[in-house]
């Protein structure tokens, strides 16, 4: 029985990794691939803070060290993440003289190009009033994964996860870290934890660990992410019913290829060091957008009289989506095997200096801006470059009651690499840390296995404050009227639409919890 069930079990695993490896590659719809950076992919790696890079039991490694994948029992499973987010944003209150009233607005020159370009709006009249940023979202998501050996081949494994969200719709949303904001949610977002890209994002790698040297274990694999993104084209056939206009939308796949090496030695029975290089990507999407008002004649003396010209304004952008940095991770571990006890430690670099954002901009470049003001220095956009970073993952288990069980505790730490926005960006961000537990529940002689895992994020308490000197004057000193060019004693000082002036501060937590099925053959 036990024999059959192993066929049995066997087969479907092997269409189980193919459907996973298959449905990586080929589903459009969307999930949120940065959390599970940090968390954890499956239940076990979660339950240690994703800290298993010496040392893994579960198909997780895939993306932490797929070189493990030779160190454990072909597995395969299945989990139900639940996610709930507690984030906040708040800005502090504005000085009313910074405010772009309406008086200034109305009697302000207008420009067709140069400086003033981008003509802010009246502050009161903007489309949405200055507010805090709130992420409070609760996300459900389901995770497959496995393992396959090869009986010919010793130490060889293949290995693949995927995450779906089990959502209705997928939402992106952009959003510009400087004064342009004003125009769209007038608030301040979260750059690197919390409001996540939503895309689809899963793993497929192999690794080996020959028998002439069981001491050493390598694995590839690769991480491929893809989402849609939507094109629209808007005909307004009267520009005076600004209520009605006609619509085409295009959509676009984009996706991204991560590759990960992971090296796992072994020089000692209680000792093992893991190593794991991850390339940094991003989906970069070429975007457009079509305009198209109402047509027009050609005045007297052009061309031809009847002749209708449309009137057309078209825009190209460049988006970002689901940054993640080059990673090298070092870890070492210990075991004990005869009393069930495994503990590790990795320390990570990431390279964030390279860092994008949704807008496929780099932070020192949104920071600098043409000063319009006499005398004004140009902002040093160094000042306001991401650094890298150095994360620490840390994890411990304990086996008991014949292995039956097991329970794992967890702790990491991420820095964060966002200087103090004291100019024009607002890059909401600071340090997060994690604590994890998790318990593993054997199904008495049966080789199946109940995990549960839990994780609790804070991120710490930030405050920023703005320099007026680095922010962008938005009404320069030297503005004249549309009927005299002379200064208006008014514009003097600072007025700016920018969310994020005078200052905001930022905290918060996030909860993630995981129940899962694993079968181990």
């Known amino acids: 029985m036990s024999r059959f069930l192993s066929h049995v079990c066997r087969g479907r695993a092997i269409l189980l990794l193919a459907a996973v490896l298959s449905v990586v ?42 070189a493990l994948m030779s160190r454990f029992p072909q597995v395969m499973g299945v989990g139900v993440f639940f996610m709930k987010a507690g984030l906040k944003a708040k800005l502090m209150d504005r000085p009313k003289n910074a405010d772009l009233a309406i008086s200034m607005f109305d009697e302000m020159a207008v420009e067709s190009s140069g400086k003033n370009l981008f003509r802010p709006l009246p502050t009161i009249e903007l489309v949405k009033t200055r507010k805090n940023n709130s992420v409070d979202d609760f996300n459900t998501f389901l ?41 769209f949610s007038n608030t301040v977002h979260f750059a690197r934890f919390g409001e996540w890209s939503p895309v689809v994002t899963g793993f497929g790698g192999i690794s080996y660990s020959p028998p002439a040297a069981d001491w050493l274990s390598v694995g590839v694999s690769l991480q491929a992410t893809a989402t849609v993104v939507a094109n629209l084209e808007l005909y307004i056939p009267d520009p005076q019913v600004q209520s009605y206009m006609l619509t085409n939308m295009g959509t676009q796949m984009t996706g991204k290829l991560r590759p990960i090496v992971g090296m796992q030695f072994e020089p000692l029975d209680q000792l093992a060091i893991g190593l794991t290089w991850k390339h940094w990507s991003y989906m970069e999407v070429d975007g457009s957008g079509n305009l198209y008002m109402y047509n027009y004649h050609m005045g007297p003396g052009e061309v031809d009289d009847n002749i209708t010209v449309p009137k057309r304004a078209k825009t190209k952008f460049k988006m970002a989506l689901d940054y993640e940095p080059m990673e090298l991770s070092l870890a070492m571990g210990t075991k004990w095997k005869e009393i069930g006890l495994t503990g590790q430690l990795a320390v990570t670099w990431n390279h964030w200096s390279h860092y994008r954002d949704l807008h496929n901009q780099s932070p020192q470049n949104s920071a600098v801006y043409e000063p319009n003001n006499i005398g004004a220095t140009m902002v040093n956009g160094g000042d306001y470059e991401w650094h890298d970073t150095v994360s620490f993952n840390a994890g411990i288990s304990y086996a008991y009651f014949n292995k039956w069980f097991e329970a794992k505790l967890g702790g990491s730490y991420y820095p964060t690499p966002v200087p103090a926005q004291k100019g024009r960006t607002n890059y909401a961000d600071s340090d997060v840390w994690c604590m994890a537990l998790g318990h593993s529940f054997k199904w008495g002689p049966l080789p199946f296995y109940t995990k549960l895992g839990f994780q609790f994020w804070m991120m710490a308490d930030r405050t920023t404050h703005k320099d007026p000197n680095q922010i962008r004057d938005e009404m320069p000193d030297d503005t004249g009227t549309t009927f005299d060019p002379s200064l208006v004693p008014w514009t003097a000082g600072l007025q700016t639409n920018n969310p994020g002036f005078p200052g905001y501060s930022v905290e918060g937590w996030l909860i993630v919890t995981n129940l899962s099925i694993q079968y181990e053959f």
């Open 25 to 66: 590659w080929l589903t459009p719809s969307g999930a949120f691939a940065s959390p599970f950076r940090q968390t954890g992919y499956d239940t076990w790696t979660m339950a240690g803070a994703n800290s298993d890079v010496a040392y893994g039991s579960s198909y997780g490694v895939v993306a932490s060290n797929p």
């Open 143 to 183: 995770g497959l994964g496995g393992t396959l050996g090869f009986e010919k081949v010793k130490g060889l494994r293949l290995g693949g996860l995927i995450i779906l969200p089990l959502i209705d719709s997928v939402d992106i949303q952009s959003s510009y870290a400087d004064e342009r904001e004003q125009y």
